[in-house]
Each structure stands twice: as C-alpha cells, then as structure tokens.
C-alpha cells in the first residue's frame, strides 16, 4: 500500500481500545445434515482463521445468546475457545419492532434507529475498556440482511475499528450462484404479502431490472417459499430470466435459473424449512 | 428439508455430468502482506473444504491462467493438489469487450453476450464429459463484478449443477463493514470518469438512496480512489453517511463510515494501489 489511511479517526485512536469484529456464522442455523444426522463441518464454510478469532473472543453482542453458545461449542471442536463457553460474555441485540418501519426498511425507520442508538452504543463499552467484541448473527455475515448494522454504526461513530471477517453470505452466492448480472444488482428484502401489493411490487422491481439492466435479489420466511414462487412466475415477464437459490452451502441446497416461460413448464416444489433467496434478471 | 427440489433438470440429469464448482479467490490477489514480505496464509480467508475440493479439481476456467496456477500453488500448500499443475487444464475467459456495453452494465449489452454464449457453452464441454469444472476469479466470488457470470448462466442453461462456494467478497464485506442499511443495496458498478457525468451519477444514486432507504455501492480502479473520493465529498449532501472499506481481509485493510460532512474536516488519504469499495445512505 502507498500511503496510508491517515484520519483523525486513527491517528488519535487509542491503542489499547478493542475492536469490533464481525463473524460470519454458517448458513446451516445449526441444523443436522439430513445425509449424515450430524451438524455440517464448520471447516467447509468457515476459514481456520476466523475459527480462531472467534475462539480467542471474550465478548459478543448476538441476535441470540443460546444459538451463538451452540455455534462456539462447534468452533471448540476446531479452535479451543481460550475460556470456558460460561465464562463469555454475551449481550443480545435488542429486537427490531415487529412489523415496524426499521422491519420494512421504510425511509421513516430513521427515527426508530435513532432510540436505539444509545442502546448499541451501550453494548460497545466492553471496546472502550480495551476487549474485542464479536459481532454474530444467526446465519451469514452481521449486518447483512439482519439487525446487526445499527451497532456496526454506533461503533463507526464510537471510533471502535470494525474488522469484517470472510464468511458465507447467501445473498453473495446466490447472486454468483445464479449467473444473472453480477456488475449491477440490488437486494431489497422481503416483498409484501399481501397478493396484489406483491404482484404490483414484482412488476415494480422487473421494470427497474430492465432500465438499469441490475438483477434484483429478494428472501422469504420459508413457510411462503412456494407461494412466491408462484407468484414470480405468474407476474414476471415470460422471458425474464429468474433463479432459486435454496440451502446454498448445504448437501441439499442448489442453485436453479431459467426463464420464466420454461419455468412454467417445469415443477419445482421448494422445501418450506430452508431459506431460498430468489433473483431475477429482465430480458 | 421437507420436500426436494423436484425439476425436470435435477430428475432426468445424468449423474456423470460435472458440475460447475465457483472457487472463491482471496482478496489480495497474490501480493506479499506488506506486514510480513510473505504471501498471505489463506487459511484466513478460505474454509479448508474449499481449498480440498479446489486440489481436486483438474478443470478450470479463470480469467487468467497466470494468476490461477499461483492460487493454486498456495492452495497446494495446504491441501495436496491431486494432480501436478502441469497436468491441470485451465481455460481462460474471453475478456470483455474493452469499454463494450457489456462492460458498463448497460442494456445493449444483451447483444453482446449473446454472441459470447456459444464461446461459454464449449469451455463446458469438460462438465459434459464428466468433469467437474473450478470457475475462479481474479479477487472473491467469481460471477460477481467480473464476467464469470455468463459461463453459470450457459451452465444452467446446459442443465449442469452450479455449485458456489463460501468466500470472501469484498462488495458483501464492505456492506457488512460499514454499517449502513443492510436491508437494502445496491451494488452499481463503476461511476462515470467525466467529472459532470460523475456528479450527476451521484447525485442521482444519492437521491435512490434516499427515496428507497438503499445503501449504494460503488467500485473505482484503484488509482482514481482519491478522485472519487473527492468527487464524494462534494457532490453527496452533508448529512449523508458514506463508507470507504479498502483492501478488506488484508492486514492494512479498513473501513470507515461517517457523515459527508464530518468527512469534509477529515483527512483521508486513499491508497492508489489497493481496491476499495465506496458506499452511502442517503439522510
């Protein structure tokens, strides 16, 4: 590297402040593998080295304490934890509000995040006194389509060094996974479930697929898997090129696009207990 | 999984058929760790299971044979490839149409890509063979801001298995990074180079983001960082929170967000040398 990145921020950055690294959870929510009845094997998903960090991490902010012990008996196997797992401290995230705006992601959600604000920065104080915080979500890389980006800001704003560390993200290899234009895309969450406000939304997001030529990625609870399926093959144009991406990194999962058109002569049945991330491409 | 994907393509397919394995890249591509003079260990960066099924496989298409044959010197020091590197067969991507409407994004491209598609279809005539098939890229996730997208496509319309590997990609890590809106992004390629159309594209993004509570996402040739940066600063509005996350999983690597306005106090000096990726939210 030339130069150096040379701010304020860290040139007056106290050393002994901890950091806030965020782990990659697998994509597997901790679930046995149906071929071989026992969890997945944590080394074909996650790099040695961020088993190591995560080993050597005292402190963690978590969506969910219970889960986040059940993935660090798992690291133990591969990198012992330095302290016993009773011994970590781990603080959950405070839920987002049910069904409210910050949920949906609406412009207005603002005002929400700004209440919770002092909440996320409080969970940092382990990082002023020196420690390094794990940030994890239940599944992929924290703040990625979860909760976990509101304290990754209240760190920035802290001055807390944020390290993101390499781990699976369904939306990346679904993206990748579906051969659809990866130099433009957007995610945009969930659709709505109510029938024609999703069919208007479906038809809102293939008409921005076709001027800016950008894939557009979306999930669902995987109990409505098949009922969005449906609805993308009765709304979307017939050559729109539309992929499935199901259980993506699990002995079950695949990846599967076509055009609309064919798709409507194909039968798929989609498990409604793995999440899917769905993407489509307007010809 | 309650139910199994049930298509035409996985009931009738030929289970001698190879698959098409997406090999993710490390992010540093092959530079010696300035902190240490040596080659990264990708231990940090890449889950052992990649790296096994990457010394396995004795198939490649790459964007460059080079570059793929030091990969996979790395590779062998941690899992033993099963065969010389001689021995391996590793097609490279046609390159894109330098400055081509492929290259921009932009709709014509279609035209474009269709004339590449009967190219991408025979560097799969090895999965056809019973082969499987590594498609990796210069840095990350291929397929994903690079041209590896149109051989997955020709695959699936070929009826052979995609199967996308965890990895780092530093479009995802830049997001998780920075602590911008999760929910919603946009990842859109390149900026313009022209100074009025440059302004014009972001005030443009600038004004999606806030319409759609999107977080935006850009990528800059390494040497023109410090412009775009400065072209940033003063074309987004103050209030608006921007990112920079430069040479992610490196060791220099960082990330950092703050307001527009804060941003215009501080200094930053972006290397010329090492990519970045820029992203904002709109206030």
């Known amino acids: 590297m030339a130069e150096q990145a ?18 990659p959870n697998t994509l597997d929510l901790g679930c046995p593998d149906p071929a071989t009845g026992e969890a997945p094997d944590l080394q074909q998903v996650l790099p040695l080295g961020v088993m190591r960090e995560a080993a050597r991490i005292g402190h963690w902010i978590a969506e969910n304490a219970k889960t986040t012990r059940a ?60 420690h390094d915080i794990g940030l994890i979500s239940e599944a992929g890389l924290p703040g990625v389509a979860d909760p976990g980006a509101a304290v990754v800001q209240a760190a920035h704003k802290a001055g807390i060094p944020v390290v993101p560390m390499a781990g699976p993200s369904s939306l990346v290899l679904a993206l990748a996974g579906s051969g659809l234009h990866g130099q433009s895309f957007a995610f945009v969450g969930y659709l709505p479930t109510d029938g024609s406000q999703r069919a208007q939304r479906i038809r809102e997001l293939e008409q921005l697929s076709r001027r800016a030529h950008q894939t557009q990625l979306v999930i669902e609870t995987p109990y409505r898997n098949p009922a969005l399926w449906q609805a993308l093959l009765q709304h979307l144009q017939p050559q729109t090129l539309l992929n499935v991406s199901c259980g993506l990194t699990l002995s079950q999962g695949f990846t599967l696009t ?16 793995v999440p899917a991330v769905f993407a489509w491409l307007a010809a």
Chains 1, 2 share one sequence.
Not at 6 to 23: F, I, P, Q, W
Not at 72 to 77: I, Q, S, Y
């Open 71 to 130: 993935f660090l008996k798992r690291v133990d196997k591969v990198a012992p934890l330095s302290q016993p797992l009773q011994a970590l401290m781990i603080e959950e995230l405070p839920r987002p509000i049910k069904g409210g705006k910050a949920a949906k992601g609406e412009k207005d959600a603002k005002g929400e995040a700004a209440t919770q604000a002092s909440v996320f920065a409080k969970l940092l104080d382990p990082a002023r006194a020196g």
């Open 258 to 273: 076509d055009t609309v058109a064919r798709w409507r002569q194909r039968e798929l049945n989609l498990p409604t207990d």
């Open 6 to 23: 040379n701010t304020e921020m860290t040139t007056s950055h106290d050393k002994r402040m901890g950091r806030l690294l965020l782990v």
